[in-house]
């Protein structure tokens, strides 16, 4: 049966059958988001929203960790731990495309506490990853320009992501679009520019370069000096977190239900996708990645431009010059999508917490064009934060803000979500082969999913614990999501 076909009945009118804290009518809460993107927008926004600065810078330090074959593994098992989260979120999103995303599914298929815990722990890792992002942007210019204040240039990036956001979701949606198409243009490069010089065919090649970095320095590394296969394996895991942060983003899709043209059609379409980029950006990427860069070369997480992206490093070797500033600059365009997505994403986000009764009624307040002009103002709040980068330097700044771990607990949340949503179709009677989409992964998968999440959140910064090596940003970083999520539930519960 077709996983597209129509269903009858109305959106709102399926939604009101499932379980959960909202059982009203859909007079409840009035739309006032405007359904302005197009099929494609979504579409691209799919397509290259986790491709960012994890898949190319970050991903250093995972191929250090680990060595090339130890990052393969590490990105493919996260990729289909992605993959099982996303299909199921594909899978609900779609039978309710509704505004708010998933901080509304959870208020419907769960409950408003489960909501209230999911939407404060989803705002707190987009509203802080976004000075991140633009005191990366920061950055990456001065590989170029170093006489200038980095002030001058967070401002002109808050000025351009904020633009961008208030001109509203239809333009949001273009922008987005040429955004990715560069990123996904650029990967595609970088993957090509790989296997010619494995091939030999760089300028200053020794000849064929095949796996010869996987036998010098070799395809696993002892983490941290740890001899043996414990530190072999460690190294292989400390690859996990770090593939994690690298897919960060990709659910943010089910933000753009509220707001896309026909949403279950569109939408099907995008996460259908998701095998392409997972297997095509994140895990032919590392391999090639792994193939022209040893995992042992000094270079690697010196710096947070080009410099220190494995790509680069590779190209250096092979004596090409101008490829370097270009991937800096598709860099920037990378750094700035995702820095304007942040505001997009916490902003609706926002505007879904106070929906649920979580924050004050004026954070819904929207424009005629449907733009929720009150949370987009608290998202910029938050983006000035970015000067910060100014005096105590932006890879700081970026350390203390990226909240990898609250993206993680969004997965989490996803694949509860999706369990109590297979548990009321059983209960409604409701056949998986009537939804507008129906993902190739069951529940087991999801319970898959939960094990290895969990276990990846828990260990998620063992390392801080080794003697001399404790380092409290990345503590607070990895573990507060985990003890704020439960805390907000509880006192949500408990009012």
């Not at 959140?457 to 003890?483: E, H, I, Q």
């Amino acid at each position: 049966m077709d996983s597209e076909k129509s269903i009858d009945k109305s959106d709102e009118a399926q939604i009101a059958v499932l379980p959960g804290g909202d059982h009203a009518s859909s007079s409840k809460y009035e739309p006032q988001l405007k359904r302005q993107m197009k099929p494609r927008h979504v579409s691209m926004i799919a397509l290259g929203g986790t491709i960012g600065t994890g898949l190319f810078l970050s991903s250093g330090n995972a191929l250090a960790n680990g060595g090339p074959l130890g990052l393969v593994l590490g990105y493919a098992l996260i990729g289909f731990v992605c993959f099982c989260v996303m299909t199921a979120l594909g899978e609900m999103i779609a039978y309710m495309p509704i505004e708010g995303g998933i901080i509304t599914l959870a208020n419907r298929i769960v409950d408003p506490a489960f909501a209230t815990a999911l939407s404060f722990n989803y705002a707190y890792c987009y509203l802080f990853i976004l000075p991140a992002e633009i005191s990366a942007a920061a950055v990456l210019i001065n590989y170029w320009i170093t006489s200038v204040n980095n002030a001058v240039w967070i401002t002109i990036g808050i000025v351009l992501v904020v633009g961008i956001n208030l001109m509203g979701a239809k333009f949001y949606g273009e922008t987005e679009f040429w955004f990715a198409s560069i990123k996904v243009l650029t990967i595609v490069g970088l993957i090509i520019v790989s296997i010619v010089i494995d091939c030999g065919g760089g300028p200053a090649s020794s000849g064929y370069v095949g796996f010869r970095y996987w036998k010098d320095p070799g395809p696993l590394n002892q983490y941290a000096g740890i001899a043996g296969a414990g530190g072999r394996f460690l190294g292989f895991w400390a690859v996990l977190i770090q593939a994690a942060f690298s897919f960060i983003g990709c659910e943010t899709i089910a933000m753009t239900a509220g707001e896309c043209k026909n949403p279950r059609r569109t939408i099907s379409r995008a996460v259908k996708s998701i095998y392409v980029r997972i297997v095509l950006f994140y895990v032919l990427g590392m391999f090639t990645m792994g193939l022209v860069c040893p995992s042992n070369d000094p270079r690697i997480g010196t710096s947070s431009d080009a410099g220190a992206s494995p790509f680069v490093i590779a190209i250096d070797i092979a004596g090409i010059k101008v490829l370097p500033s270009i991937v800096n600059a598709c860099l920037l365009t990378s750094v700035l999508s995702a820095a304007s997505a942040d505001i997009y994403i916490s902003s609706r986000t926002l505007y879904g917490v106070a929906k649920n009764g979580d924050l004050p009624k004026i954070v819904m307040k929207t424009t005629s064009r449907g733009l929720p002009i009150v949370a987009i103002s608290i998202s910029v709040c938050f983006a000035l934060l970015s000067y910060m980068a100014v005096s105590s330097g932006a890879t700081t700044v970026f350390n203390w803000f990226a909240c990898a771990m609250a993206g993680i607990t969004s997965w989490f949340s996803i694949c509860v979500m999706y369990l109590r949503f297979r548990r009321a179709l059983d209960a409604q009677g409701i056949n998986r082969a009537d939804l507008p989409y129906r993902g190739p992964i069951t529940k087991f998968g999801c319970y898959f999913a939960l094990v290895v999440i969990f276990l990846t959140s828990l260990t998620s910064a063992w390392s801080v614990f080794l003697r001399g090596n404790w380092d409290t940003a990345t503590f607070v970083t990895n573990y507060l999501p985990m003890v704020l999520f439960p805390i907000l539930y509880v006192a949500k519960k408990g009012h």
